[in-house]
């Protein structure tokens, strides 16, 4: 299950069982860590953890504040610095060469919190959605850690939660422009001379994936993209009634010949689509659909001479490919790990998805230069954001 939707599913079973719950939340991440800012683990009064802030070295201690927030009612932010030398981090098992920023907040448990809410709602509706996060305050102020600001994909719908204009305004306008840029990032301001640290949160609902073909290869295509939390739609070509109970941990089972998909199967720019039905003349009719759709990854199993074939005919018949069509066509699929098994081929067909909507380029971590993480955008805007810190610090002190 997606990290997200098992909060959310966390926080309904809390409620219907009269629990009380605590959320923390990975604000800000300096230098390396294991999981990157939006990482979530809802925590209940019973000792129940959903989500993960870490590779397992956080959560004992993050637990134990979220035990007194829950009593006090009241969010804090905890700085956990995990290059440091001193005994108490050594003891936390730390050791990433990072600096973590966690908001633990008490949650309300008589109606569900709007973030979480936003949360359902983009996963439902496989739309992204913005969340940005009050997360430093400078002195003390009616905005306070863990308030919000909230929008939906469209960039129309918004929720606020903090009552200063100006603040909202700026705020908006931010959240708006990373829905554009799909970046998340953290951002700085000044209202009524105080500093106002707030992490604003790109959203994007789980990946999707549509599989044309239900042969016994695709079961572990479903099952390692059920275990990533992926939504998965199986889509059987040849229309057996059998394949709705076969691939019963799909998302969805579509009954459909090749020469309806264009009008029975609705594709988007969130949808990566796998051609795998062992039939030339499918794979043929299919291929002249996917290829204009807006799926942003298309791959196509078996050789790269049969697919050429394939595109060789389609154009003999007066199909057009376009350069950026081209771009998103995957053959032979996957990612080059002498893959035999079809367990193995299926992990390396959904490293490759990972890869291409990760807009990395799935080679080895031994060779990548920069941090893990990090985008040369987001080294430059931590930059820019120390320097404005201490610009500001200097600026209101003085």
């Known amino acids: 299950m997606n990290e997200a939707c098992a909060v959310v599913e966390a926080y309904k079973c809390a409620a219907h069982d009269g629990k009380q719950a605590a959320l923390a939340t990975v604000v800000r991440v300096e230098g390396s860590a294991y999981r990157r800012a939006g990482a979530r683990m809802l925590m209940t009064d019973d000792g129940r953890m959903?989500?993960?802030?870490?590779?397992?070295?956080?959560?004992?201690?993050?637990?134990?504040r979220a035990r007194r927030v829950m009593r006090t009612g009241e969010a804090i932010v905890v700085r956990y610095d995990t290059g440091a030398?001193?005994?108490?981090?050594?003891?936390?098992?730390?050791?990433?060469?990072?600096?973590?920023h966690v908001l633990i907040e008490p949650l309300k448990m008589d109606a569900m919190p709007a973030h979480l809410e936003l949360l359902q709602s983009s996963i439902s509706h496989q739309q992204a959605c913005v969340i940005a996060t009050v997360f430093g305050v400078d002195k003390p102020s009616n905005i306070a850690p863990g308030s919000r600001l909230m929008i939906n994909g469209d960039g129309e719908n918004s929720i606020v939660e903090f009552a200063d204009d100006d603040l909202t305004r700026a705020v908006l306008s931010d959240a708006r422009a990373a829905i554009s840029t799909n970046e998340s990032s953290i951002k700085l301001y000044n209202?009524?001379?105080?500093?106002?640290?707030?992490?604003?949160?790109?959203?994007?609902?789980?990946?999707?994936?549509?599989?044309f073909g239900a042969n016994s290869d695709v079961v572990p295509i479903v099952e390692l993209a059920d275990m990533l939390g992926w939504q998965i739609t199986v889509v059987d070509t040849q229309a057996r009634e059998a394949s709705r109970e076969r691939f019963a941990k799909a998302h969805r089972v579509l009954l459909c010949r090749p020469e309806n998909v264009a009008t029975d199967v609705p594709l988007t720019p969130r949808n990566a689509a796998i051609v795998m039905t062992h039939n030339f003349t499918h794979d043929a009719e299919l291929f002249k659909t996917l290829i204009h759709s807006p799926a942003p990854y298309v791959g196509m199993l078996g050789p790269k001479r049969r697919t050429e074939r394939i595109i060789a005919e389609a154009m003999a018949e007066g199909l057009t490919i376009s350069d950026v069509e081209s771009s998103r066509l995957h053959t032979p699929i996957g990612l080059d790990l002498g893959a035999e098994t079809p367990e193995e081929i299926a992990l390396s067909i959904i490293a490759e998805i990972r890869a291409v909507v990760s807009n990395h380029e799935g080679g080895f971590l031994k060779h990548r230069r920069a941090p893990i993480h990090h985008t040369a955008q987001t080294r430059r805007e931590q930059t820019r954001m120390n320097e404005r810190i201490s610009a500001a610090q200097a600026t209101v002190s003085s």
């Open 85 to 100: 030398s001193e005994d108490i981090v050594w003891g936390l098992g730390l050791g990433c060469n990072g600096v973590v």
């Open 191 to 211: 209202s009524s001379n105080n500093l106002i640290e707030v992490f604003i949160e790109v959203v994007e609902p789980p990946v999707s994936v549509v599989v």
């Open 50 to 64: 959903t989500g993960s802030l870490s590779g397992g070295c956080l959560e004992g201690d993050v637990y134990e």
